[in-house]
């Protein structure tokens, strides 16, 4: 079975410039989140879908940060415009329902200079 | 309020020994507990996950972990640590399902 999908691998970006990820998740997981982590922390959540809709997107910094999951598939996660602070290794994970174990791709990680 | 407490940033164990990382939790419902590992470069491993059938979960890798709800705590352990065990690992909580809580992990360094 393949696992979850993320690229690119890394991405170096100046602040106020835009960054684009995308994450294709396990084939037939309705459920997708993307998660930031920042170095020497756990993962937060920044946003959670279930199939095309957003279930949690709390954590999600919107007047920077939007993501979409058209068609209820692959996901795209863009910063606009990047601060210093945006440094971290963004997750993309996807699980079969909302109550089942969620599975990780290896990351993306962005640096802003 | 969900939260979960990795009580060590770092462990260190020389193989062979055991291992012990240590986790409590607070929880408003009766939560489902995972142990997540990630190896340096590599994406977040389930290790085993609680789901409240039995309180002793075994996992992957010679892992288990027992839910003690009295004490709050989901302790993750090892019999005898191996080189390749060291990672860091992500204590995580979930109360409703849906969503994840995860520490702020703790680094295990395995001596040879």
């Known amino acids: 079975e393949a696992g979850v999908a993320q690229s690119p691998r890394y991405k170096i970006i100046e602040k106020r410039q835009s960054v684009a990820f995308w994450c294709n998740p396990i084939?037939?997981?309705?459920?997708l989140y993307w998660y930031q982590q920042i170095l020497g922390q756990g993962p937060k959540l920044l946003i959670q879908?279930?199939?095309?809709?957003?279930?949690?997107d709390s954590q999600l910094p919107k007047d920077r940060f939007s993501a979409e999951r058209l068609k209820g598939v692959d996901s795209t996660l863009k910063i606009q415009p990047a601060k210093l602070e945006d440094s971290a290794v963004y997750l993309c994970?996807?699980?079969?329902?909302?109550?089942?174990?969620?599975?990780f791709g290896q990351g993306t990680r962005l640096t802003v200079v | 309020a969900q939260s979960v407490t990795q009580l060590d940033s770092h462990v260190s164990v020389s193989e062979g020994t055991p291992v012990l990382l240590r986790c409590n939790y607070s929880s408003s419902y009766s939560p489902s507990l995972f142990w997540y590992v990630q190896h340096p470069n590599k994406g977040l491993q389930l290790l085993l996950k609680y789901t409240s059938a039995a309180t002793l979960v075994k996992g992957i890798n010679g892992f288990e972990a027992e839910f003690k709800k009295s004490e709050t705590s989901f302790h993750l352990t090892k019999p005898s640590a191996h080189m390749s065990d060291a990672a860091e690992y992500f204590c995580?909580?979930?109360?409703?399902?849906?969503?994840?809580?995860f520490g702020t992990g703790t680094s295990l360094t395995v001596i040879p």
């Open positions: 994970a996807s699980s079969l329902t909302m109550n089942t174990e969620a599975f």
């Open positions: 879908f279930q199939n095309n809709g957003v279930v949690d």
């Open positions: 084939s037939g997981h309705a459920t």
């Open positions: 995580v909580v979930s109360p409703t399902g849906n969503q994840f809580y």
